[in-house]
């Protein structure tokens, strides 16, 4: 199929607000594709990373583009690379090939599926020739949806749910069975063309094909929480480190972290107390960096990440467990689909050991107990708790109010706005990423970058004054004059070698704008050091 055709339909897609319309255009274009071009499609439709970063992008449509020079400008206005690219290739290319054949499905795919496969030194100039070759074949409209695809901002309303509701129609299946089916296998692309083959029922998990990871939405008190509940739940610690899937088989041990990314070498000595569990299971729980009984904070594990070598002295000065929260699959069977309270049941009969751990399970029936397991948590090092529905289901890829978690933030920053970018979707043409600095004597020192916490309409209100105190634009970011002052929660501080500080907080957003403050009035370094050494002698 070509891939004009496919671009075509995704305009007719973004260019209507009916959910009926969006899922018939869908269904007639999944209908069109065969196997190889509906698993390709779906899974860059959804989002796949092939590394191939924004500056990258810019040099391409750069060298392909006669209007260049016009590129800062256009992505300004415009507010998303591909749209950028779109605008400059109407006004015509630099060179056009003598010939060419138009771009089919399978090598916009293949393009995609070959840069992700380029790694190492130099890997981003290799990438970059590959997206010319793309941009240079392209017409406008097909270059604006190859750039979206790199980065992962389709933004056309064809969410995951909708895609289930098209691949039903398309192949004659209720959309609750492409549901069940994607419950299975957590991979949409794998279940179209189960559907497409007519073999839906072949739609299971299995060992060492990772599971997308059950999401949980933030319980803004102890009191909502229960509300919400309105019965008993069952309450583990929320742990600081990094959620992983481990598939433990007869042939092996491997361990997915949450972007399903196969980390297994960099925890040998986790691979080694799992093998001698002898049985079969997924699992579902966190790795923490771990000594004397207590977990260590996460920038400790951080060390030990993306090591091309874990050896003795690693995981001596690091070292970690596993803590089991959840099981998706026992001895070849399914337990995703069995309620909560009776997976833990199973966990409980399991016998684990060595780093090996079932995380602590609690339960609790109103407010005050919900508190009080809190606190005991923060005395214990953890970062809060999570507040779960003992009758749920495990939901792969999905965030619900079937699973809570509570925390609080560790502390907040007065900062100074230094620097704002232009916003994405629903915030594309606002000033709604603000990045941050403290005070380290008579400089500015930038700490963090947020895009969350004001209300849409305190976005359009900054937006306009912050347009009135452009300094220079940088690509699209925009140097402010330092006068707004905005406080920050975050969970953690950490150093950082992104920022001039020396420091980076953890998970930050915005809880106001203080209007009441000069900049002046805003934090100092040494204050963002204290919290940082503060969180190291927990």
């Known amino acids: 199929m070509l891939f004009s055709e496919v671009c075509e339909i995704f305009e007719k897609v973004r260019g209507t607000s009916s959910k009926n319309l969006k899922v018939s255009f869908l269904a007639k274009l999944l209908k069109s594709l065969n196997e190889e071009e509906l698993s390709g499609l779906i899974k860059y439709m959804l989002g796949c990373d092939v590394g191939v970063g924004w500056a990258t992008i810019r040099d391409a449509v750069l060298e392909v583009a006669k209007e260049g020079e016009k590129f800062g400008k256009v992505v300004v206005e415009k507010g998303d690379l591909g749209e950028a690219a779109y605008e400059l290739l109407k006004g015509g290319k630099k060179v056009t090939p003598f010939f060419f054949e138009e771009l089919q499905v399978m090598d916009v795919i293949n393009a995609l599926n070959d840069m992700g496969r380029i790694k190492g030194q130099g890997s981003q100039v290799l990438k970059k020739r590959k997206l010319i070759g793309l941009l240079l074949r392209a017409d406008p409209l097909e270059a604006k949806y190859i750039v979206k695809f790199l980065t992962n901002e389709l933004r056309i309303g064809a969410t995951s749910g909708l895609l289930e509701e098209a691949i039903a129609l398309a192949y004659g299946y209720r959309s609750e069975r492409i549901r069940e089916a994607v419950l299975m296998v957590a991979d949409l692309s794998k279940v179209a063309v189960l559907a497409k083959e007519r073999r839906i029922d072949e739609a299971k998990p299995s060992l060492f094909s990772p599971i997308g990871f059950m999401l949980a939405e933030p319980a803004p008190s102890a009191e909502e929480a229960m509300k919400k509940f309105g019965k008993e739940v069952l309450v583990e610690y929320k742990y600081d480190g990094i959620r992983a899937q481990v598939h433990v088989g007869r042939d092996g041990v491997r361990i997915f972290s949450r ?22 299971a997924i699992f579902d729980g966190e790795i923490l960096a771990y000594r004397d009984g207590r977990p260590v904070h ?4 951080q060390q030990r990440l993306h090591r091309k070598r874990i050896d003795e002295k690693v995981i001596k000065e690091v070292p970690v467990h596993y803590f089991i929260f959840d099981i998706l ?6 337990m995703m689909s069995t309620p909560l309270r009776d997976r833990k049941k199973l966990l409980e009969s399991l016998k684990l050991g060595g780093r090996i751990h079932l995380a602590p399970i609690f339960t609790a029936k109103d407010p005050s107990r919900v508190e009080e397991l809190f606190n005991e948590s923060r005395k214990l090092g953890y970062e809060g708790l999570m507040l779960k529905d003992p009758d749920s289901i495990y939901t792969p890829g999905r965030r619900g109010a079937k699973w809570m978690k509570l925390k609080r933030e560790l502390d907040t920053i007065d900062a100074v706005v230094v620097a704002v970018e232009y916003g994405h979707g629903k915030r594309a043409g606002l000033l709604s990423d603000y990045t941050f600095a403290v005070w380290d004597g008579d400089e500015l020192k930038v700490i963090g970058k947020a895009y969350s916490g004001l209300t849409d309409e305190e976005i359009e209100e900054m937006t306009e004054y912050f347009k009135k105190k452009v300094i220079e634009w940088r690509g699209s970011m925009a140097i402010v ?3 707004i002052v905005v406080e920050v929660a975050f969970d953690s501080v950490q150093k950082s070698d992104r920022h001039d500080s020396g420091y980076a907080l953890r998970f930050p957003r915005i809880k106001a704008i203080r209007w009441d403050k000069a900049p002046r009035d805003a934090d100092t370094l040494d204050k963002v050091k204290m919290i940082y050494e503060r969180s190291q002698e927990a």
Do not use: I, W
Request: glycine share 6%; net charge negative; aromatic share 12%.
């Open 259 to 280: 972007r399903l990314e196969d980390v297994t070498d960099s925890f040998p000595e986790l691979v080694e107390d799992l093998r001698k569990l002898g049985f079969s």
């Open 298 to 301: 996460f920038t400790k594990l």
């Open 329 to 334: 699959m026992y001895e070849g069977r399914e």
């Open 481 to 483: 004059e330092p006068e």
